[in-house]
């Protein structure tokens, strides 16, 4: 999950899970929810809600020393290895 906050907006991503709740109790934040999302879909799932999102898995191997790499940069920068290969491919 990623949250960013401005003076005026909440943008928040997320991983796709299952909420369980009652659907029918929870209408209108649902309607709210939906009203205000930029990509990806709310679902009615047998445990609850499904929040489908945009965001894809993504696998890769590499070698010892160039993950170590990714590792300390991504701690120079004061984030995860996740956190770090987003923001640098995305730079």
Known sequence: MRLNIS???????????????????????????????????????????????????LTFHADYESKQKILQMAANMGMGQEAFLVTTQLS
């Not at 369980?20 to 929870?26: I, K």
């Open 7 to 57: 003076s005026d907006t909440i943008e928040l991503e997320i991983k796709p899970f299952v909420l369980q709740v009652d659907p029918l109790q929870f209408q209108e934040e649902i309607k709210y929810l939906h009203s205000h999302m930029k990509s990806g879909k709310i679902l009615p799932h047998v445990e609850g809600i499904y929040f489908k999102s945009n965001v894809e898995p």
